[in-house]
Every structure is written in structure tokens, then in C-alpha cells.
């Protein structure tokens, strides 16, 4: 029995995982992945989508077998035990003090090219974007998943009026780009790319409120993350078109500067609308998966049950603020201390793709049959692109050790406290 209201149907759920996916990244990494590979970005974006659906199909069999609020850390906890899924929770939680921050610094960015604002109007629009958020989780899932269907069509139509208004595909960019010799480019790209599909993480959160989960889950996961991997690809081919990348500033604006150069300067106003979106979609989800995972904690007793409260909605207001609340929090403190977008993603990344080759693991020993060695396989990739971080990767990795050692204190420790209260034996 569902311990969450049962709202989502497969549109919904469809519009919810695509703007997670599509959100802070498709105005951004496509420039980002052209200034690192050029043409063979196109390559890779291909080839990060056939590397993304093994894993996609996997996630989507195991939320339909196991739906449950806790996601990708109960599915782990099932397979490995309560020690894992503890440790991977706080690995995912983790995330929140550098990825949502790097997804409200991509947010307010939009803004910053209508306006000349200083940083503390920067921090203001961020933290306001937060408090958004957070009246939007009080109403009830079916709410959020409406409104991320008319931001999912909102970006889609932007990307297809660039191609309509730009005749796309133009004769001199070619579609698939010789790859002779240009090969060793795709693993540069894909250590830039993963950061846009990650979000099916977050999307398992929601598989209790499912009407019908079996069904609606896996069909949603998998056609979000094609749509989501067309545009991403439309994307990358405008943007090399156009030649909308080269450094920093170009790469962060290239959503601007082809609406300009396609509209005129009017096209700001829409080009800052739709890019501050695109972000407030993929952070809504994100903090609704957050939340989720902690009531689901607290609910089963792992996290003090005064977060398991859920408002008249049915939604956990408690653990929602609390996301909210500490997310508010880093945002500040990464301000006062400046840190760059970049490390930012490249911190939030490692812990993401760890999860998800945990979270793979966890389908090997959970699943049978076909879907079996799909998650074997889906393992393996993760593996792979956990390499191509190279020694980026060593922050997650050697948090996921901290935790693990902390978790083992925590239990010792608990039970030195049990075993001193015990009555001493005759």
C-alpha cells in the first residue's frame, strides 16, 4: 500500500522527468560540450543517450517493482542492506550544497542578462527562487507535474522556433560529422554531458504517487529521456551553427545570443524567461525528491519522526522546508565564498554518477531475466564514466568512504549505549 496520494498520470510524469533533464543544462552544456569537442559533440550526445537508456530501462524496472519515496537509496538498501542505503542517502543528500546552488547560480544568470544586478541582487533572485519552490511543494504533486507539462512545451518550442527561424540544418554543418580521428573528444564531451541526465535519480522519489506505477513509471522515465536527448541534440546542432560557443561568457549566454541573432534584441526577454524556467523545473523536481527521500527516512524511523509530518496535501511541508531551508543556506555560503559554476558541477557530478552505479549494482541482484544483465551492463557504463572524471571523481569517492566509516562508528557506538542500559547478568 502507497504511503503517498496516488496523482501522477504518464503526461505528467512525462513533463516532470523531461524539464529535470532538460533544465539548467540545455541553454548551457550544449555550448559547453561544443567548446570542448566541437562538431564531435554531436557524436557524443548520441552516444550518451545509447549509454543513458540501458541504465534508464533499469531504473525504470526497478521503480516499477519496488516504488517507493525513499528512490534510488531504498532500491540500494534492498540490495545491499541498511548500512548502504543510509550511507547512499547522505551520498545523495549530499548533493544539495553543490548542485542545487550551481542550478540557481545557472538560474539567476538568465536574469543577469536582462539587468545590470550586483551579487546581492543575485542572491536575492536565488533565494526568492527557493521560496517559489517551496509554496509550489505545498499543493499537491499533480500541481507540480502541470506546470513542468507547459515549461517541457514552453522549451521545446523555443528550440524548434531557433531551427524554424534559422533554417536548420544548415549545409555546412553537417548532422554526424566525420569521426576519423577526433575519437579520443568524446570522453571529454561525455564528462561535461552526464550533468543533463542526471535527474532519474530524483525522478524515483516520486514513483509511490504514481495512479499506476507499474504501468505510467517506466513509460514516463523512458519517454522523458528521449524527448529530453532529441532536444538536447536539436540544441547542440543550433548552437554549433550558429557558433555560439568559444569561453565562458559565450557558452553561459549562447541561448541569448541565437535569439537575438535569429528575433532581434526583444528575444532577451523570452530567451531569460524560458532559460530561468528550464532551471526552476529541474531544481522543483530535485527538491521534491529530496524531500520525499527524507520523510520516506524519517517515516520508517531512520530520521526523527517530526519529519515525517504531511500537510492537508499529503505532501511532507516539514522535510520540504528543511530542503529548502539548507539549500538557502549553501547558496549563501557559496556566494560569500565565490566558488565557479564549474566546480560546482563537477563536485555534484561524481556523487550523482556514484549513486547511479550503486544504484545499478542494486538492479543486478534485484532483477531477473533480461532486465539482469541490462543492470549489468548499465553497471559497467557507470563505471566507465565515473573514470572519465578523473580525478574529479575522488571527491565523491572519498566521501562515500567517509560516510561509510561514520555510519560504522555511529553504530558501534549505538550499540556500547545499548549494552551499558542492559541490566548486568546474575
Not at 104 to 115: Q, R, T
Not at 295 to 302: F, N, P, V
Not at 395 to 415: E, F, K, N, P, T
Request: hydrophobic fraction near 60%.
Amino acid at each position: 500500500m502507497s504511503r503517498m496520494n496516488k496523482e501522477l498520470g504518464l503526461l505528467q510524469g512525462v513533463g516532470l522527468l523531461c524539464t529535470s533533464l532538460l533544465g539548467t543544462g540545455v541553454f548551457v552544456i550544449p555550448a559547453l560540450a561544443a567548446t570542448a569537442a566541437g562538431e564531435i559533440s554531436l557524436w557524443a550526445w548520441l552516444l550518451l543517450i545509447l549509454l543513458v537508456l540501458p541504465m534508464a530501462f533499469t531504473f525504470a524496472q526497478l521503480g516499477r517493482h519496488y516504488p517507493h519515496a525513499g528512490g534510488a537509496p531504498h532500491l540500494i538498501g534492498r540490495a545491499f542492506g541498511a548500512p548502504m542505503e543510509r550511507t547512499s542517502a547522505w551520498l545523495f543528500l549530499a548533493v544539495i550544497p553543490v548542485g542545487l546552488p550551481a542550478a540557481l547560480n545557472i538560474a539567476s544568470g538568465f536574469w543577469h542578462a536582462l539587468f545590470a544586478l550586483n551579487d546581492l541582487a543575485i542572491l536575492a533572485i536565488q533565494l526568492v527562487t527557493l521560496g517559489i519552490i517551496l509554496l509550489l511543494g505545498q499543493r499537491p504533486a499533480r500541481t507540480s507535474g502541470s506546470v513542468q507539462i507547459v515549461i517541457a512545451l514552453a522549451i521545446v518550442a523555443t528550440v524548434a522556433l531557433i531551427w524554424f527561424k534559422g533554417d536548420l540544418p544548415h549545409a555546412d554543418q553537417p548532422l554526424l560529422p566525420p569521426l576519423a580521428g577526433n575519437w579520443q573528444l568524446l570522453p571529454v564531451a561525455l564528462g561535461v554531458m552526464f550533468w543533463c541526465f542526471v535527474g532519474i535519480e530524483a525522478f524515483t522519489h516520486l514513483g509511490e504517487e504514481f495512479k499506476n506505477p507499474q504501468r505510467d513509471f517506466p513509460l514516463a522515465l523512458l519517454l522523458g529521456v528521449l524527448l529530453a536527448g532529441l532536444v538536447y541534440w536539436a540544441c547542440s546542432v543550433a548552437v554549433l551553427s550558429f557558433h555560439a560557443y568559444g569561453d565562458a561568457r559565450t557558452d553561459a549566454a549562447s541561448l541569448p545570443l541565437m535569439l537575438d541573432l535569429l528575433l532581434g534584441d526583444g528575444a532577451r526577454w523570452l530567451s531569460a524567461s524560458i532559460g530561468y524556467l528550464a532551471c526552476f523545473a529541474s531544481m522543483n523536481v530535485y527538491i521534491q525528491g529530496f524531500a520525499r527521500l527524507i520523510w520516506s527516512l524519517a517515516d520508517e524511523g531512520k530520521l526523527p519522526r517530526a519529519l515525517a509530518v504531511r500537510n492537508a496535501n499529503g505532501v511532507p511541508a516539514r522535510a520540504l522546508l528543511l530542503v529548502v531551508l539548507s539549500c538557502a543556506l549553501s547558496t549563501t555560503v557559496i556566494w560569500g565564498l565565490s566558488l565557479s559554476l564549474d566546480q560546482l558541477i563537477r563536485y555534484a557530478n561524481g556523487n550523482f554518477i556514484v549513486i547511479y552505479l550503486l544504484s545499478m549494482a542494486a538492479g543486478w541482484l534485484l532483477l531477473r531475466g533480461l532486465w539482469r544483465w541490462l543492470a549489468g551492463l548499465s553497471t559497467l557504463l557507470c563505471a566507465g564514466i565515473l573514470l572519465t572524471l578523473g580525478i574529479d571523481a575522488f571527491y565523491a569517492i572519498g566521501l562515500l568512504g567517509v560516510l561509510l566509516v561514520l555510519d560504522r562508528w555511529r553504530q558501534a557506538r549505538r550499540m556500547v549505549i545499548l549494552r551499558s542500559a542492559l541490566p548486568p547478568a546474575p
